[in-house]
T-cell receptor, first 113, second 112 residues
Framework: NAGVTQTPKFQVLKTGQSMTLQCAQDMNHNSMYWYRQDPGMGLRLIYYSASEGTTDKGEVPNGYNVSRLNKREFSLRLESAAPSQTSVYFC????????????FGPGTRLTVT | DQQVKQNSPSLSVQEGRISILNCDYTNSMFDYFLWYKKYPAEGPTFLISISSIKDKNEDGRFTVFLNKSAKHLSLHIVPSQPGDSAVYFCAASASGTYKYIFGTGTRLKVLA
């Protein structure tokens, strides 16, 4: 099992460009998450999908959109990147109700210039 | 409004001694707490968790203590090993929600 995979690992964008971060899990988990990690800020939840077909906003959703493509895949889209979106992005998944542990991907380091 | 706080950004401990990492929370709806460990350039990995119906959970060298009245939890690592050097995040969740709130992390350095 690969667990949670994320692509790309690194990306540099210019202000105003768009891109999609991809995430896939092969653990048959119901819930998936997108976080960003900034120095001194910990991990902040951007969006999550409790189950296939549903998505909800987290703490910092502005400037992002998500798609739960199927049970395996959950993508994060930046429509018009801004320097404030420079961060490390982590995708995570969780099995289901009553099971709280999340499994994280290796992260995508995004720089917006 | 930071609902989960880790007030110590860093901690250094001698190998073989006890490491104690602390976490405070403000939201009384939180009833499940987790600790994650993170190495540089990797994603966080789950370490140990505790439900609010317990006050202690142990897994090998790792023990988490929960003091609900003080809204405080701590992670004890005994004995500490150099491989434990990492950033540790605590996280909290409330039943019926799928959201997690993370603390800002504590960087642990275990000195050989």
């Amino acid at each position: 099992n690969a667990g949670v995979t994320q692509t790309p690992k690194f990306q540099v964008l210019k202000t105003g460009q768009s891109m999609t971060l991809q995430c896939a899990q092969d653990m048959n988990h119901n819930s998936m998450y997108w976080y960003r990690q900034d120095p001194g800020m910990g991990l902040r939840l951007i969006y999550y999908s409790a189950s296939e077909g549903t998505t909800d906003k987290g703490e910092v959703p502005n400037g992002y959109n998500v798609s739960r493509l199927n049970k395996r895949e959950f993508s994060l889209r930046l429509e018009s990147a801004a320097p404030s979106q420079t961060s490390v992005y982590f995708c995570a998944s969780r099995s289901g109700t009553g099971i709280y542990e999340q499994y994280f991907g290796p992260g995508t380091r995004l720089t917006v210039t | 409004d930071q609902q989960v706080k880790q007030n110590s950004p860093s901690l250094s401990v001698q190998e073989g001694r006890i490491s104690i990492l602390n976490c405070d929370y403000t939201n009384s709806m939180f009833d499940y707490f987790l600790w994650y460990k993170k190495y540089p350039a990797e994603g966080p990995t789950f370490l140990i968790s505790i439900s609010s119906i317990k006050d202690k959970n142990e897994d090998g060298r790792f023990t988490v203590f929960l003091n609900k009245s003080a809204k405080h939890l701590s992670l004890h690592i005994v004995p500490s090993q150099p491989g434990d050097s990492a950033v540790y995040f605590c996280a909290a969740s409330a039943s019926g929600t799928y959201k997690y709130i993370f603390g800002t992390g504590t960087r642990l350095k275990v000195l050989a």
